[in-house]
């Protein structure tokens, strides 16, 4: 497996322009998360789905920023209008949830530049 | 939040091990320590989990406590490589949340 895709891997906008960003999950697993890393704030949790249902949204920031999960191999996570405050590194992770067990694995990242 | 506690930054000689210390102190029973890395600007790599039980694989080692409010990941030969931000988490309900890690550099 190619492991977690992103795509674009940078991506540059203006302020008020809508933001899409693409997640690829490895096949196979049931869990997906969206991650939002910057210097101020760290690596935090955005949004989780398990099995394509979003269980916990509580770290999207604002309602500016949505994320879909449509099937179990394509995810998207979108800000619109974005803002210059939304420039930072979004990382998107799959793991296979079995018990108590779910070590994750990361894409390389998505790197956003709102001017 | 993180639930989990680390020193922000620690140095290490190459060839040497770096043992890398990190308190959970509200970890439940049911719930597995993960340790994981991020290489500049990489996304984070697993390294090794573990619940009551030492673990090691090819990466690392890990060291639980018996209370399990501890652990210490073990990096038996550090190599320049290794240098990287180190994060201990605790997983709950499915939820890997990660806080500020420790900064760990390899030095020559």
């Known amino acids: 497996d190619a492991g977690v895709i992103q795509s674009p891997r940078h991506e540059v906008t203006e302020m008020g322009q809508e933001v899409t960003l693409r997640c690829k999950p490895i096949s196979g697993h049931n869990s997906l998360f969206w991650y939002r890393q910057t210097m101020m704030r760290g690596l935090e949790l955005l949004i989780y789905f398990n099995n394509n249902v979003p269980i916990d949204d509580s770290g999207m920031p604002e309602d500016r920023f949505s994320a879909k999960m449509p099937n179990a191999s394509f995810s998207t996570l979108k800000i619109q209008p974005s803002e210059p405050r939304d420039s930072a590194v979004y990382f998107c992770?799959?793991?296979?949830?079995?018990?108590?067990?779910?070590?994750?694995?990361f894409g390389q990242g998505t790197r956003l530049t709102v001017v | 939040d993180a639930k989990t506690t680390q020193p922000p930054s620690m140095d290490c000689a190459e060839g040497r091990a770096a043992n890398l210390p990190c308190n959970h102190s509200?970890?439940?029973?049911?719930?597995?320590v993960y340790w994981y890395r991020q290489i500049h600007s990489q996304g984070p790599q697993y390294i090794i989990h573990?619940?009551?039980n030492n673990e090691t694989n090819e990466m690392a080692s890990l060291i639980i406590t018996e209370d399990r409010k501890s652990s210490t990941l073990i990096l038996p030969h550090a190599t320049l490589r290794d240098t990287a931000v180190y994060y201990c988490?605790?997983?709950?309900?499915?939820?890997?949340?990660f806080g500020d890690g420790t900064t760990l550099t390899v030095k020559p």
């Open positions: 509200t970890i439940s029973g049911n719930e597995y």
């Open positions: 573990g619940l009551k």
């Open positions: 992770a799959s793991s296979l949830v079995v018990g108590g067990r779910t070590e994750a694995f």
């Open positions: 988490i605790d997983v709950r309900a499915g939820k890997s949340t």
